[in-house]
């Protein structure tokens, strides 16, 4: 069993270079997941200069620990959006789904990428163990929004394979989002473009407009923020901490297992379960592989993460019962209190993308199709929907309260829980743990060969106390996600720095 995703696994990508001096472009775009790199991508096509950095390597964070079902059903309801937004405006939102399939669809065919895109249906059904009248009337009425808005939802008694009620939605996708990106990045650089790797950037300047990274400059016209979690860049502190208020991030878990072929339809489910369940089915030559995810909690919040994997073999098990698992792994969702991302200018030359919840590969497109836009000078049919400022939306001021109320509790509530130990001799190779007094608490870990490593607790970000999330060997922080690697290196923010000495 590896703990590598099975798109990193399955599709290597060649190292790039370091960024080792000063450079111009017309357009700096940070972070290089499907947002970043679709976002290069659309630009170098549209005859601009590009610089790509990213912090670590590319397409491996969270669009590498992705599962990439391409689709326009979204995390809330669609009559819960239409009850939020109105008819338009949940179609608009619906459609972007739409559109974003589609341009993936056509970027596929136009540079002949081989990476297993598909269209298949989609299924919302309730979970196999259980359901009640109101959950099948739910169902029902999101087939009626969803046929009455044209999208061709139908309501079905058994769902294939599950044999459940649940709703049909055709023409949805997916994809290998790893060999789709290899493709993309392989012809950035040149011409004025470049893609850097180990390649953070630490600093801006919003006078000059340039970014330091690697104790380098570049200079740019126009910023794209597509690190997932958005940088404070060029924002002010106060419009970025207001921002980072309506983000939560929570951690979602995944199996990857091979079953014989033909068992299962080529298709993708979702459950109506809170967290759900979501299972794709790939044919493969010899073999088909499904990948079955859930599980979801906010980021830090919980303990003992590993027992996720195995609940969710249980489940697969119960479902395929032949499913032999070689794939584990996780990653981060950021969800928004009304269910929308944000996505548009949060300051002069600067473009954010971020709160895509579980639909970061469409919503991600869909970012990159508007940062073409911003860049550009044309206007675009999402700007005003999916707005960074836009105005309170009926319906989402009491899941705002809910997300926050976290941030004051975990500040107070870990920063006098007492330390899981008062020694270090607890600690097994390859744990982490909070030991020592209240007053003096240290987050400490001991690596493979028996060597200690302690750092402060308190996260950089606004000072809340990093966990041990022993499923992932990382220190993660219950208030707003910030995921730290066993020696304090951040591996996403919000915060910026690392966990500093202990
Ligand atoms: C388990 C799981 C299942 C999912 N399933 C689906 C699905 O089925 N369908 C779907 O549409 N979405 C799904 N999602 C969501 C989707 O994968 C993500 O929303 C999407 O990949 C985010 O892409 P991104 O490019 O915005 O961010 P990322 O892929 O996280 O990329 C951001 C990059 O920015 C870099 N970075 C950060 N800070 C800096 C810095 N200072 N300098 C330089 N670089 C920096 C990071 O290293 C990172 O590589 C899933 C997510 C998870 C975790
Ligand atoms: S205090 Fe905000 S992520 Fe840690």
Redesign the pocket.
């Given at each position: 069993m590896t703990t590598i995703p099975f798109w990193i696994d399955s599709a290597p990508i060649k190292q790039f270079p370091r960024l080792q001096k000063n450079i111009n472009v017309d357009v700096l775009v940070?972070?290089?997941?499907?947002?970043?790199?679709t976002t290069a991508y659309l630009l170098k096509k549209a005859a601009l200069t590009v610089a790509l950095?990213?912090?670590?390597r590319?397409?491996?964070?969270?669009?590498?620990?992705?599962?990439?079902?391409?689709?326009f059903v979204t995390d809330v309801g669609l009559h819960e959006l239409v009850g939020n937004f109105g008819d338009d405006h949940a179609q608009a939102a619906w459609d972007a789904g739409t559109a974003a399939i589609d341009e993936i669809e056509r970027i596929v065919q136009e540079e002949e990428i081989q990476c297993e895109f598909t269209r298949a249906p989609g299924y919302l059904h309730v979970c196999a163990d259980g359901f009640s009248d109101k959950e099948i009337s739910s169902l029902k009425k999101e087939a009626r929004v969803g046929a009455k808005l044209g999208l061709g939802a139908i309501y079905l008694e058994r769902v294939p394979y599950l044999t459940v009620p649940g709703v049909r939605f055709p023409n949805q996708a997916k994809f290998h989002p790893r060999k789709y990106l290899r493709a993309l990045l392989m012809n950035l650089s040149g011409n004025g473009s470049h893609v850097f790797e180990k390649?953070?950037?630490?600093e801006f300047d919003a006078e000059k407009r340039r970014a330091k990274?690697n104790d380098h400059w570049i200079g740019f016209d126009r910023v794209v923020m597509?690190?997932?979690?958005p940088?404070v860049g060029l924002a002010s502190v106060t419009s970025a901490t207001l921002l980072q208020t309506k983000l939560s991030l929570y951690t979602?878990?995944?199996i990857g297992a091979r079953v014989p072929s033909e068992t299962i339809p080529e298709a993708m489910f979702w459950d109506t379960g809170d967290p759900y369940n979501?299972l794709?089915v790939d044919r493969h030559r010899d073999f088909d592989y499904v990948v079955y995810?859930g599980e979801d909690h906010k980021t830090g919040q919980k303990r003992e993460t590993q027992k996720a994997y195995a609940r969710l073999l249980g489940r697969l098990k119960k479902i395929i019962p032949d499913a032999q698992v070689n794939h584990r792994?996780?990653?981060?969702?950021?969800s928004t209190p009304d269910g929308l991302p944000y996505i548009g200018e949060n300051a002069e030359h600067q473009f954010i993308?971020?709160g895509?919840c579980?639909?970061?590969?469409?919503?991600?497109t869909i970012?990159a199709m508007m940062a073409l836009d911003w860049a550009t000078g044309r206007k675009n049919p999402w700007a005003d929907l999916f707005a960074v400022d836009r105005k309170k939306i009926k319906g989402a001021t009491w899941n705002y309260l809910r997300e926050n109320k976290d941030y004051p509790y975990y500040l107070i509530k870990d920063r006098i829980a007492r330390p899981e130990s008062d020694s270090v001799r607890k600690l097994k190779p390859g744990e982490g743990m909070i030991i020592g007094s209240r007053p003096k608490k240290t987050a400490a870990f001991r690596d493979r060969n028996g060597k200690l490593h302690k750092l402060s607790p308190v996260c950089p970000h606004l000072g809340c106390h990093v966990r041990w999330n022993s499923a992932e060997s990382t220190w993660d922080c219950p208030c707003h996600g910030s995921r730290f690697r066993p020696n304090g290196d951040?591996i996403?923010?919000p915060a910026?720095e690392a966990l500093s000495a202990g």
């Open positions: 940070v972070g290089a997941g499907i947002t970043g790199i950095i990213e912090r670590e590319v397409a491996s964070l969270d669009t590498g620990h992705t599962t990439a079902h391409l689709t390649s953070a950037v630490t990274v597509a690190t997932n979690n940088l979602s878990y995944v979501y794709r995810g792994w996780a990653g981060q969702i950021i993308a971020t895509f579980g639909n970061g590969i469409t919503f991600g970012s951040v996403a923010g910026e």
